[in-house]
């Protein structure tokens, strides 16, 4: 069944059903529920997933037949992209040390900041930097020593896309506060909602004028370390 092979892509990727559905637009449980009764997935939604997850081998999707990866493709790197995303042919994305920069201001308004590498991965959606990932809230789609690569956010009052993921600087009084979160829309006025996808940590409001600094998460990349 196509709907059962689409559960052993997200299982292999570490893509949850919850931001895979947020992802090709659909309902929420939709596709785990058909991966999970085993019922057919529609043409339409087939055709999605072909087009925003570009490394699924078409052949494997659709019959079973050949590899479930196009040839090539490092099941380690996931991309989350806009259907109005371009791709680059080739970039290099700095990647920086967020403790030893002091957070993410310095790095998007590039005050003394110097990137430790650069990550060079054909046809990704333009970056503009890269971080490592701590702790678990987005766990099991991110894990802590994970990266992220993003696309920063200039306007943060009028460009958010809601149901997407961020990395965000949220101003905590003292001290920064740094965090991996999808955006959802507040009941709160003058407020954002922070989703997490670990279920163990709570949806949080926090207001508008607490944010510090704004990026679009585009891809992130895990390390499968053999000892």
């Known amino acids: 069944m196509v709907s ?3 559960g052993e892509y997200l299982e292999a990727k570490r893509i949850s059903y919850y931001a895979f559905e947020n992802s090709l637009g659909a309902s929420r449980g ?7 009764d085993g019922k057919s997935i529609g043409s339409n939604v087939l055709e999605r997933i072909m087009s925003l997850y570009t490394d699924i081998n078409p052949e494997w999707l659709l019959t079973g037949q050949g590899e479930m990866l196009k040839e090539g493709e490092n099941p380690g790197i996931k991309t989350y992209r806009l259907k109005t995303d371009t ?13 030893a920069v002091a957070g993410l201001v310095p790095i998007f308004t590039k005050t003394n900041t110097q990137p430790i590498d650069h990550i060079s991965i054909p046809h990704l959606p333009k970056c503009d930097g890269a971080v490592y990932v701590t702790g678990d809230s987005m766990y099991p789609l991110l894990k802590s020593g994970d990266i992220v690569m993003y696309k ?3 306007d943060i009052q009028n460009s958010i896309f809601w149901g997407e993921m961020y990395l965000l ?5 003292d001290e920064e506060y740094i965090t991996v ?16 996808e670990n279920p163990r940590h709570q949806d949080k409001d926090v207001g508008m004028d ?16 053999m000892k």
Not at 87 to 99: A, G, K, N, R, W
Not at 188 to 194: R, S, T
């Open 4 to 6: 059962q092979r689409v």
């Open 30 to 36: 939709s596709i785990s529920k058909a991966v999970k």
């Open 87 to 99: 791709t680059v042919e080739s970039q290099q994305i700095p990647l920086y040390d967020l403790e």
């Open 152 to 154: 920063e956010v200039q």
């Open 169 to 173: 600087s949220i101003d905590m009084g």
């Open 181 to 196: 979160k999808y955006i959802h829309r507040s009941d709160e006025n003058g407020c954002i909602k922070l989703v997490s």
């Open 210 to 225: 607490k944010i510090r600094a704004m990026a679009l998460v585009k891809a992130s990349i895990r390390m499968n370390a």
